[in-house]
């Protein structure tokens, strides 16, 4: 596999699918009671005022106001199976997973067969990761709503982190089928063939979610990035032209075309994208790296390593750094081999050393590199291949260069 696309392999990130929740507003401000023109008159007025007060507390992210208006609403209403899913979602932000656990389980003695109760308590234990108990839970709100996408994306979301593939798909197409146009379903049912390895079906899916919204930025994301999975750099190259006209500010784009360009053999278009990226972002490590290792696909060894050296700076523990110059020495110490393998003679053994100073140094960079878990697999590997040259280095050396030179 081509290294330059193996070290890109590194840096990318993991797509998944997760279940939605109430969006927050950044502000707080005091919510008033909305003034009516008739008199309450009875206490199920009074508990829908106290439910729509919530709703707005809920909004902008203020939970313990919400909670004491969706109280006094229960208190008013016993049997307000709205303000118990209100009140439960409420723990759920606020994290307090006993109450959350608790309200949605008085929601469902006040109505069993209403879906919505058994809905958040799966999300509550999936989150936690208690997918037997969420399963439990998302099984038993079908037996009442057996069309409801919400409680088959649940399982369909457990199912692929799982990794019971199958079961996934099998879920995600009844409730593709409930709703043909559900834009989560269809992500996710691309997640899922992109983590069993079908990228052409990730592709496919993702392809009928941007003919329906091809304005949706997030589309033409997932789009680009299982694109450059599948190594369609060209199509992926359009659909991140296509991001960077929306949001030319983006840096993330910006470094992402780079890649594509670098690895197009496109270096001066990739060393412009990333340099653009740098101005946009220069407290970032990652324009450094990049441009760094499109200098090491170009075997301009000195200028790579001055890359990392200031990537360094600014983010010390990124071992990522130590993969690239462990790559660099490695490559130093390559070059200088073969001007060995050239000229085998003991006048010619500092071309020697100087190839066995080069490897060494390389392995040590490899050796740090290892601590990270996403480089441990390559730089181990890396690391063999060193270490062989090494050997048959030592081996001339010895034959050659007797004396100690």
């Known amino acids: 596999m081509n290294k330059t696309f193996m070290r890109h392999n590194l840096l990318l990130i993991a797509f ?3 279940l939605i929740v109430v969006g927050c507003a950044p502000t707080t401000q005091t919510v008033k009671k909305p003034v009516s023109n008739q008199p309450e008159t009875n206490n199920r007025e009074k508990a829908q005022q106290e439910y729509s007060i919530a709703y707005e507390y809920i909004k902008q992210g203020n939970y313990d106001s919400a909670i004491e208006h969706l109280k006094e609403a229960i208190n008013l209403d016993p049997k307000y199976y709205s303000a118990y899913i209100a009140l439960a979602k409420s723990y759920r932000f606020k994290r307090d997973i ?7 389980n008085q929601a469902k003695r006040i109505d069993p067969k209403d879906p919505r109760a058994y809905e958040g308590l799966g999300a509550l234990y999936s989150k936690f990761k208690r997918y037997s108990e969420a399963i439990n839970e998302f099984k038993s709100g079908l037996r009442y709503d057996s069309t409801n996408v919400n409680l088959l994306n649940g399982l369909g979301y457990i199912y692929t982190k799982t990794k019971e593939y199958n079961k996934a798909l099998a879920y995600y197409q009844k409730s593709l089928n409930a709703e043909p146009d559900n834009l989560t379903t269809m992500f996710a049912l691309a997640n899922v063939y992109k983590e069993m390895g079908d990228l052409n079906k990730a592709v496919s899916y993702l392809k009928q979610v941007k003919t329906k919204r091809p304005e949706n ?10 694109l450059l999975d599948k190594k369609s750099y060209t199509e992926a190259v359009e659909e991140y032209k296509f991001l960077v006209s929306k949001e030319p500010d983006n840096y993330y784009y910006h470094l992402q075309l780079g890649s594509i360009y670098q690895l197009l053999k496109k270096y001066t278009s990739a060393q412009k994208e990333y340099e653009t990226a740098m101005k946009l972002n220069p407290k970032s490590a990652q324009p450094f790296f990049r441009i760094a290792d499109l200098y090491l ?16 700076v600014i983010e010390p523990d990124n071992l990522y750094g130590s993969v690239l110059l462990g790559d660099i020495y490695e490559r130093k110490g390559y070059y200088t081999k073969v001007k060995w393998d050239k000229n085998k003679s ?10 066995l100073t080069s490897f060494n140094v390389a392995i040590n960079h490899y ?20 270490r062989k040259w090494i050997k048959g280095l030592n081996e001339d050396k010895w034959f050659y260069c007797k004396g100690g030179k």
């Open 98 to 104: 006993v109450e959350a656990e608790s309200t949605y």
């Open 16 to 18: 998944v699918i997760g």
């Open 217 to 226: 930025t997030e589309v033409r994301k997932k789009l680009a990035e299982a």
């Open 346 to 355: 003991k006048t010619n053994c500092p071309v020697l050393n100087s190839a």
């Open 297 to 312: 696909s170009q075997g301009k060894l000195t200028v790579a390593e001055k890359y990392v050296k200031k990537a360094q």
């Open 367 to 386: 050796k740090k590199a290892k601590a990270d878990p996403q480089f441990s697999s390559y730089a181990s590997n890396e690391i063999i291949r060193c």
